[in-house]
T-cell receptor, first 114, second 114 residues
């Protein structure tokens, strides 16, 4: 079946540090890949997505590239801010019966200190 | 963007009672909705897929008779936790896919069973 594995947290960084959160996946076919973010006290929201191999998703300074050869979708940001502190979920989506079924990783907590 | 609401946001109930949680897509129709349980260390567990006009599909290990799901219309799915016990206390989240494969999440419901 499909699965998503992402690095354990928490990840603790100082402001302006470089961020990488690793994510690998197992899936049949060609799923879309996502990063969702959950800020403290809020619901999950889409951060970025990529729908096919070699696509790069980007938003708010975050980037992730769909690597089919390594089945990875690592999240990166060149300079993190305190406001980026949140839980980040890597996910994939597969089409099934006219809808899209999501599979999520366990989430990685990011803590950014001033 | 698409908006999903959940009601109530918090509920406290006595052990043995039943609690109903509503999930509504406010500005789009959703033939499918998803219910998750989020555990203390942020892990997100897909519980079931709610299908409008047919039975829900439950993930392995999720008790169908315990967590009743009804997808009454194209904008409303309900999760009823029957005969709730303290171990059912958790954060319950719903999502619905928009016109693409992106999931739109409700803000979640905090259930506390005394």
């Amino acid at each position: 079946g499909n699965s998503v594995t992402q690095m354990e947290g928490p990840v603790t960084l100082s402001e302006e540090a470089f961020l990488t959160i690793n994510c690998t996946y197992t899936a049949t076919g060609y799923p879309s890949l996502f990063w969702y973010v959950q800020y403290p006290g809020e619901g999950l929201q889409l951060l970025l997505k990529a729908t096919k191999a070699d696509d790069k998703g980007s938003n708010k300074g975050f980037e992730a590239t769909y690597r089919k050869e390594t089945t990875s979708f690592h999240l990166e940001k060149g300079s993190v801010q305190v406001s980026d502190s949140a839980v980040y979920f890597c996910a994939l989506s597969r089409a099934s019966g006219g809808s899209y079924i999501p599979t999520f990783g366990r989430g990685t907590s990011l803590i950014v200190h001033p | 963007g698409a908006v999903v609401s959940q009601h109530p946001s918090r509920v406290i109930c006595k052990s043995g009672t039943s609690v109903k949680i509503e999930c509504r897509s406010l500005d789009f129709q959703a033939t499918t909705m998803f219910w998750y349980r989020q555990f203390p260390k942020q892990s997100l567990m897909l519980m079931a897929t709610s299908n409008e006009g047919s039975k829900a599909t439950y993930e392995q290990g999720v008790e169908k008779d315990k967590f009743l799901i009804n997808h009454a219309s194209l904008t409303l799915s309900t999760l009823t936790v029957t005969s709730a016990h303290p171990e059912d206390s958790s954060f319950y989240i719903c999502s619905a896919p928009g016109q693409t494969d992106t999931q739109y999440f409700g803000p979640g419901t905090r259930l506390t069973v005394l």
